[in-house]
């Protein structure tokens, strides 16, 4: 008798075989009626695995949680973490499964299914994900990805027949995303609040060893290690900000120790310009609103430190953690620079340049995407820029000092700069919801050519202008449930 076993992806399964106090086994729940949406080539690609009807079929049955009965089951992992500021003791993967990781060039990374039924963390939930809430994870990660942001990938969805119970009934859906890690801050605060300390030294040697951060960390740096996740945070919310980013639920359960975007739910990228714009419908208070998204990332690190402070001295803690503001700031400002085409300018200049501008988005309202994208034209004609404003009198005094400020600089080579770093296409939340609504009739083409754009949203595609306008006015600030 044949013991060849049926193709399968390459899982190898470092962060499972660390044992029971970090996750447990589970077997995923078959879904009803499970139908391939897509296969998201570029992630694919990523994890060094070229697209087939091989690869195809295999993830199509992962997604219906079909789980082969001769492979390693997957694992829910055990997490607590800090949610809108109070301590949750016990959160954990309550409707995502870490399958395994896959070895590639670029190191380790992990495979995570979203939406496969019930684990031991799923606190009376049902361990589902419905189609809507699966729809705006895949597009925010491809948007992501495409803007050069730091993120979990989209490689793959489903969606499916079973029912799945939220404020009414809607049909279920699958995600295959991968990461660098899912290994979160609640992680660590899990460990430490639960007085672990061995365990949580343990899955720290762990992080370090498997090279999560990309950088060059010695075994037992701890000090170090932290320093690198500071400066990864900083750098992750600075593209954030510039690009308009507003997550929506900044918990410390939704924060990676790798410093990428993770957990997409209610987020938002920015209409106008507000800086107050809170995105998530449960966030009475604002403590996740757009411009509070830097202090929320300080805080959060400041609740990893606390979960480290048995591990690293608290001098050096505190010294870390303080010192994200100083890197946020100065990798904002790079950013903005480059948003701006100031790299030429002197520094002073530059600075002023950019608070001035924001002033202006924030003062006349307008739309934070399509401004930007409008500077391309600043050398132009003042007509031409100044009509995207509704007060022409405060932009022509600014887009005057710009001018001067960039000399005597080619317009058609600013004009690339500008198209380069700022975006045609972003994740308008009317957009997604346009995707959302055709898929929910089992029309896919939306989300397909939405997606196209969203890979590469600094080139236009001719055909797809609709995607790179304003959003229409009953659309804007969109508040978001939480409900997924
Ligand atoms: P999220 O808001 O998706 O980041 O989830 C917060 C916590 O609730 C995590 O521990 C999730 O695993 C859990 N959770 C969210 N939705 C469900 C669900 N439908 N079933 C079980 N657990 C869930
Ligand atoms: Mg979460």
Known sequence: MSTTKAPFLPFIHHYADLGETYSLAVQPQQVEGSELVDVNTLELNNIDLEGSAEVTAILAKILACEWPNDRRLPVAMNYSGHQFGQYNPQLGDGRGLLLGEINTERGLIDIHLKGAGVTPFSRGGDGRAVIRSTIREYLASIAMRGLGIP???????????????????????????????????????????????????????????????????????????????????????????????????????????????????????????DPQFICNHSDHTGRYAFDQQPTIARWNLAALAQALSGLIDDHDLIKAVRSFDSQFELAYRNEMTIKLGLGAVSQSLRSSLIEEWLTLLAKLSVDY??????LAGALDSDDQFSAFFHHQELAKNWLGRYREALGDIDPEQHRETINRHNPAYILRNYLAQGAITAAENGDFSFLKALKTCLANPYDSVVGYEGFAGPSPGWAKSICISCSS
């Open 369 to 374: 995407t399509l401004a930007h994208r409008a």
């Open 151 to 273: 993120t979990t990938g989209a490689l793959a969805m489903a969606v499916n027949q079973t029912s799945v119970y939220r404020e009414t009934r809607e049909r279920g859906a699958t995600l295959l995303r991968t990461a660098t890690t899912h290994i979160r801050f609640g992680h660590f605060e899990g460990l430490y609040y639960r007085n672990q300390p061995n365990e949580l030294k343990c899955l720290a040697d762990y992080c370090i060893s498997q090279q999560f951060n990309r950088a060059d960390i010695p075994p037992g740096d701890y000090r170090k290690w932290f320093q690198v996740i500071v400066a990864q945070t900083a750098t992750l919310i600075a593209k954030w900000q510039a690009v308009g980013f507003c997550h929506g639920v900044m918990n410390t359960d939704n924060f990676s120790i790798a410093g990428e975007t993770l957990d997409y739910g209610p987020f938002a990228f920015l209409d106008d310009f």
